[in-house]
């Protein structure tokens, strides 16, 4: 969560107006790391302003890594067709195959028609249920699920249950949004919910870099804490 703005002042341990120097930071710290693929997990702006999105977007572009995956957020919400376009997507939900792997972007802001609306916003429709069931289904790639929102979170449809049926193929699911660090096995998955690059002032700044292992095994470190 970057929660870029360059005039908003702090407020709740977040600071707006550091995100670019965050992810400058980030990017001098990552850019001769041999990473696979990289991914905002939403909020990339504070307020809702065209400028702001394609500033920081700019910003994180810049990273030499070749796959970056975006995530919606809620406070990408009234951005959503500007959001799509900057992001060069057909809409926020979907799915690559990335060294093997089967990456799984949600989006929890999604009304069908790519600007998001106030019934279906913290949920997902009834077209990405289906869809989601059959990127579930195919394919005999391990899984990483991405969604702005933690399981809890979400309005409407339970994550957890329907992970059931899929604990073997799921690596694990990786979210933000509570701006809490708070890992938890869950009916045999592996959830991830993330802390934020916003919270604290420059030059503090989190940011994790996950590893898999050839069992599958997930480990990670946490970055930019000074």
């Known amino acids: 969560d ?17 995100a670019i120097d965050k992810i400058n930071k980030m990017i001098d710290e990552t850019k001769f790391i041999d990473l696979d693929f990289m991914v905002e997990i939403g909020d990339l702006c504070d307020s809702n302003t065209n400028v702001d999105l394609i ?4 910003v994180i572009k810049t990273h030499p890594v070749k796959e970056k995956l975006y995530v919606t957020g809620n406070h990408d919400y009234g951005l959503k067709s500007d959001w799509l376009t900057a992001t060069n997507l057909p809409r926020g939900y979907y799915s690559k195959i990335i060294n093997g792997f089967k990456i799984i972007v949600l989006d929890m802001f999604d009304d069908g028609n790519g600007e998001g609306n106030q019934p279906s916003r913290y949920g997902m429709d009834a077209p990405q249920i289906e869809w989601l069931h059959g ?9 990483l699920i991405f969604s702005h929102l933690k399981e809890s979170d979400i ?5 957890t249950t ?27 998955v592996n959830h991830y919910n993330l802390d934020a690059l916003t919270d604290g002032a420059y030059p503090i700044g989190l940011y994790y870099i996950f590893e898999i292992d050839e069992n599958n095994n997930v480990s990670y470190t946490v970055h930019g804490e000074s």
């Open 2 to 18: 970057t929660h870029h703005s360059p005039t908003r002042l702090p407020y709740q341990d977040r600071h707006p107006i550091d």
């Open 55 to 58: 500033t920081i977007l700019d």
């Open 135 to 143: 990127q579930m289904n195919s394919g005999d790639e391990k899984i």
């Open 155 to 159: 309005v409407g449809f339970n994550l």
């Open 162 to 188: 329907f992970l059931n049926g899929y604990r073997d193929k799921v690596i694990g699911v990786f979210s933000g949004h509570k701006h809490l660090e708070d890992f938890q096995l869950i009916s045999g």
